[in-house]
Structures are given as C-alpha cells and as structure tokens.
C-alpha cells in the first residue's frame, strides 16, 4: 500500500467503512483501472472507473485475500464493467485515441509534456495494433500487474490460453515494433519481471 500502512489493516479499515481506507484502495488502484478502461476504448472510462469502485466498496466484505487477490478481484470488476458497456453500446471494443489523459498529466516542462505525449500515442498506437483478446491480456499483465492465473481467472480462461495469447500480443507487438529479434518486448515504464510471472 502506498501509505506504508500493512495491507491487512488497511483491508480491515475499509471492511469497516473507514474513509481514509477507501481513499488508499481507491488511491493505489485506480490510475491503473482507468488506463485499463481507456486504452480499451470506453466512452466514459472515468465513470466506469467510478463503477468499478462503487462494486468494489458494497463487495468488500465479502472479500478474502491477500493483496494480489485484491488487485485481481477489482480488474475482475471492472473487466466486468467493460463487457457491460460494450454490450451496452452494441459495439465491440476499439482502442481511442483520447489524449485527455495526458492533458491531465501536463507537467509544466514542454520536453517531458513531448516526451508523455509522444509516449502515450505509441501506445495507443500498438495497443491498436492488437486483436482485442491479446490487448486485454498484455494490460492485464503489465498494467494491472496480475499474473498469468490471475488473469485467466479475470477471462475465465485457462492459464494456457492466456499464455498462448500473450506470447502472440508480444510477437504482434514486436512486428508492429519492426524488430525481428528473438528478445522480450517490455515497455520501459513497467518492470520485466511483470511478464516473467
């Protein structure tokens, strides 16, 4: 947990309704789940982030793990909350090219506000390069830092099959990078070790 407090007492805080224990859960998790969202193409990521947390606050009781359990069952959410809206607006899903994010991140400094930018439309535009099933397990893996199992409980696929679909994501990504080497492509911002797992 960001606030250095044990995530047990944390957990047990916001068992409990405390606010502050809330604000930590929501605080740790939600760049992710918005990025999440986002990059998947929701017409209202920040609302359906919003959702997410409004199941997560009335489910929290009922909720037992450690915190990877905790991580994996809120992307479950709002994995959920994705499929909804999809089927809601009877489309299927696409990546957007929403820069809105990065206006909310402008820093002041014009080399790193270039730099973000330029970042983020890289990989709005691998991220499209993917098909759908391959982009949601490589976020899941590197963004939501879940493991292979975890995601293929999110999925309610085999480990195997996210495996499989995460070996092909990363090879599509490495054509779409035109690198032909046999190595590992890992985006710089998230650890190797997110995909070593």
Known sequence: MAT???????????RAGAPWAMEVLYRDLSPAVTGYLRLHGAAEPDDL???????????????????????????????RR????????????????DDTVLAERAGGDAEDDA???????????????????????????????????????VLGRSPGAVKALQRRGLRTLRAALGDGSPRRVVPRAYPSAALAR
Do not use: K
Request: aromatic content about 6%; some cysteine; proline content about 3%.
């Open 49 to 79: 982030a919003s959702e997410t947390f409004i199941g997560v606050l009335t489910g929290l009781r009922g909720f037992s793990g450690d915190e990877a359990a905790l991580r994996a069952w809120v992307f479950t959410i709002a994995h």
């Open 115 to 153: 730099l973000t930018r330029i970042g983020a439309a890289d990989v709005h535009r691998l991220c499209g390069s993917l098909p759908a099933d391959q982009r949601t397990v490589l976020l899941l893996r590197v963004l939501a830092d879940l493991t292979v199992e975890q995601v293929a409980e």
């Open 4 to 14: 250095g407090l044990p995530f047990d007492d944390v957990l047990a805080a916001a």
């Open 82 to 97: 994705l499929v909804d809206d999809w089927r809601r607006r009877g489309c299927r899903p696409q990546v957007t090219d």
